[in-house]
T-cell receptor, first 115, second 112 residues
């Protein structure tokens, strides 16, 4: 069965520090999709990135970057030069392409950026 | 404007009183799903639907029902709510589970 683990429950850093949020997944499928979502204090869920299992290229979008490593079943998210506005709960999620179209989320990591 | 709407946004009810939370999307998405969010447990999928009249259980379906009679609507039904169903509920829609999910604003439900 598919599973996503975000072992870091809470992280607190000072503004301008770099921070990495870990995501480890389990799946038996060879084709799957990984996602990151952000939930700011206002409560809405915001999509950040989608990655399929055949694309192991790292992705960079401004201060955000994602490191996908199939060898370690990880899809980690790094924020460079963090800002107070990055404070949020971040969720990693997994969907398997074979079989049922379930979407499984990790427990979330609450990130606090202190000024 | 592309959006997913949920109603009500807040609801306080009593044990055993049937309730329905509505969800509607205007993006012609085939895939819709319901999640509950609880502290320390993240988002857990309750039910999902891949198209009209096609629904399936997620990870925590007990105590919930859904229906998908029209493409745009996917109501969540609690026929006999219990206090352990107190939670924050999100509806989402997408082309499929393999694509970005568009989430509604959430419904905070309290069952006393």
């Amino acid at each position: 069965a598919q599973k996503v683990t975000q072992a870091q429950t809470e992280i607190s850093v000072v503004e301008k520090e770099d921070v990495t949020l870990d995501c480890v997944y389990e799946t038996r499928d060879t084709t799957y999709y990984l996602f990151w979502y952000k939930q700011p204090p206002s409560g809405e869920l915001v999509f950040l990135i989608r990655r399929n299992s055949f694309d192991e290229q790292n992705e960079i979008s401004g201060r955000y970057s994602w490191n996908f490593q199939k060898s370690t079943s990880s899809f980690n998210f790094t924020i460079t030069a963090s800002q107070v506005v990055d404070s949020a709960v971040y969720f990693c999620a997994l969907s398997e392409a074979e079989g049922a179209q379930k979407l499984v989320f990790g427990q979330g990591t609450r990130l606090t950026i202190n000024p | 404007e592309a959006q997913v709407t949920q109603n009500p946004r807040y609801l306080i009810t009593v044990t055993g009183k049937k309730l329905t939370v509505t969800c509607s999307q205007n993006m012609n998405h085939e895939y819709m799903s319901w999640y509950r969010q609880d502290p320390g447990l993240g988002l857990r999928q309750i039910y999902y639907s891949m198209n009209v009249e096609v629904t399936d259980k997620g990870d925590v379906p007990e105590g919930y029902k859904v229906s998908r009679k029209e493409k745009r609507n996917f109501p969540l039904i609690l026929e006999s709510p219990s206090p352990n169903q107190t939670s924050l509920y999100f509806c989402a829609s997408s082309f499929s589970a393999f694509y970005e999910q568009y989430f509604g604003p959430g419904t905070r439900l309290t069952v006393t």
